[in-house]
């Protein structure tokens, strides 16, 4: 008797525990199907304050995949031709090699790199061909950026800076120069101020890709030596607006005729001093005959973390910052690692869709 109460209660428990398993799963079953239900497209741009920035529209992007801090994202052709579809979807029209290579690596083969070094590690693609074709199918401009070295413009050997790249650039157009994306050049030698002979470098690497690909425009995009340079953050003193402007004020004058565009980056300053900065760019590259772009940088370098996708807010102010400073476009450090759908960074995608809300497009 005692046997059969205890296998009934058993079997009563057993019975619950069923019924509560069931009543859990089938809880969890409704909250999965009300999480994947469609959002209510209706609340986009409900919300949006009265005298929100307008700001003005990004229409360029660097190509970091010779990079320097950046993280890579292991992209073949696919995953490039489906992120170049994307750039075009926003509005994006022009594409800058950030550069042919850094040091020991390479965007493809150059012959006049490996013949003057013998540390190039050889590479297993040539995404300049890649670029240029998918450049064409998607009906962008390219431009291609030169070897820096990391070196010999560093240790006060320029002229062997400036030879590498004379020799790269006439093996470049001969090669790649009947694309019909091919539409200019960027030097790639980042500076802040008047330093290692940035004129000379610039000057006749500039002038030389001019004359060998029929006057492309040449790009430069330099940075303001701010308090967010690493620079000024280990103990050096930032520019005042006004040493920035009589610096930049001779470098442009040795170099005019050899560069056709000034991009400089927006990232280094604070925020509330942007626009000073950018207005004297703008009065700069009118004074010398240059067009005059800003290089928003789309991630966010208050981050404790280098490098995160920047928050949307910020972008605004920067694109505002440039339209009143009068700036012709807009060219971002850069698009497919920190405002892609592609990206690896899940808010990228979001600031993507950010974008696209506010410019409608």
Not at 9 to 33: E, P, R
Not at 92 to 100: D, E, K, Q, Y
Not at 227 to 241: F, H, I, L, R, S
Request: glycine share 6%.
């Amino acid at each position: 008797m005692k046997n059969n109460r205890r296998s009934f209660i058993k079997q009563v428990a057993a019975t619950a525990g069923i019924a509560a398993c069931a009543k859990f799963f089938s809880s969890c079953t409704s909250a999965k199907a009300a999480d994947t239900e469609e959002p209510d497209s209706s609340l986009a741009g409900k919300f949006v304050t009265p005298d929100r920035f307008k700001g003005m529209p990004i229409c360029a992007t660097f190509l970091d995949e010779v990079s320097w801090d950046i993280p890579h994202q292991n992209w073949g052709p696919v995953e490039w031709d489906r992120d170049f579809a994307s750039m075009k979807k926003m509005g994006i029209n022009t594409v800058v090699l950030i550069r042919a290579g850094l040091g020991s690596w390479v965007a493809a083969p150059f012959k006049a790199v490996m013949d003057v070094r013998d540390d190039i590690m050889y590479p297993p693609l040539d995404l300049v061909e890649m670029f240029l074709t998918l450049a064409d199918k998607h009906d962008m401009n390219f431009f291609f950026g030169v070897y820096d070295s990391c070196l010999y413009w560093h240790i006060g050997e320029f002229q062997k800076e400036i030879d590498v790249n004379l020799a790269l650039i006439d093996e470049v157009w001969e090669k790649y120069g009947h694309h019909k994306s091919f539409a200019g050049w960027y030097l790639s030698q980042e500076v802040s101020r008047r330093t290692r002979n940035i004129s000379s470098i610039f000057a006749e690497m500039g002038r030389h890709a001019k004359e060998v690909s029929g006057n492309l425009p040449v790009m430069i995009s330099p940075y303001i030596h701010g308090v967010k340079t690493d620079q000024v953050m280990n103990g050096d003193k930032a520019t005042t607006v006004e040493e920035h402007e009589r610096e930049w004020n001779e470098i442009l004058s040795n170099i005019q005729g050899s560069v056709d565009i000034l991009a400089f980056q927006d990232g280094q300053v604070n925020y509330g001093e942007l626009y000073d900065y950018l207005k004297v760019n703008k009065e700069l590259a009118d004074k010398y005959g240059m067009r005059c772009w800003s290089n928003v940088e789309s991630f966010d370098r208050d981050m404790p973390i280098r490098f995160l996708p920047i928050k949307w807010e910020k972008l605004l102010y920067k694109l505002e910052a440039a339209r009143k400073a009068g700036m012709e476009n807009i060219i971002t450090f850069e698009f497919s690692h920190f405002m892609s759908p592609n990206s690896s960074y899940s808010q990228a995608g979001n600031l993507y869709n950010r974008y696209r809300e506010h410019f409608n497009v």
